[in-house]
């Protein structure tokens, strides 16, 4: 069975960092792209970044909006994933979930809210 579990989230100044842990079981992760998106209320689910298969030679992407001040990495050894995010704004308030498809099947974690506030 699949799971993925979000952590890391919180309540942070502008300006701060947090960095948030994405840790698979039931796969290995590194097989796998893994995707970080995040919803704010009333908007929809949108793509953060994205970390390609170990097999493969793709390399990491972002959206616009995060480049710069996100970085989105992986520790086979312990089945994670995380995302590194500094300089925060307020803009980047919302839950952040993390995903993996597995053949036809796409997997979510239960999300971890992030809070960009003073």
């Known amino acids: 069975q699949v799971q993925l579990v979000e952590s890391g989230g919180g309540l942070v100044q502008p300006g701060g960092s947090l960095r948030l842990s994405c840790a698979a079981s039931?796969?290995?992760?590194?097989?796998?792209?893994v995707g970080w998106f995040r919803q704010a209320p009333g908007q929809r689910r949108e793509l953060v970044a994205t970390?390609?298969?170990?097999?493969?030679?793709?390399?990491?992407s972002y959206a616009d909006s995060v480049k710069g001040r996100f970085t989105i990495s992986r520790d086979n050894a312990k089945n994670t994933v995380y995302l590194q995010m500094n300089s925060l704004k307020p803009e980047d308030t919302a839950v952040y979930f993390c995903?993996?498809?597995?053949?036809?099947?796409?997997?979510w974690g239960q999300g971890t809210q992030v809070t960009v506030s003073s």
């Open positions: 995903n993996t498809q597995v053949g036809l099947k796409n997997y």
């Open positions: 039931g796969i290995r992760s590194s097989v796998y792209a």
């Open positions: 970390i390609p298969s170990s097999k493969t030679n793709y390399v990491e």
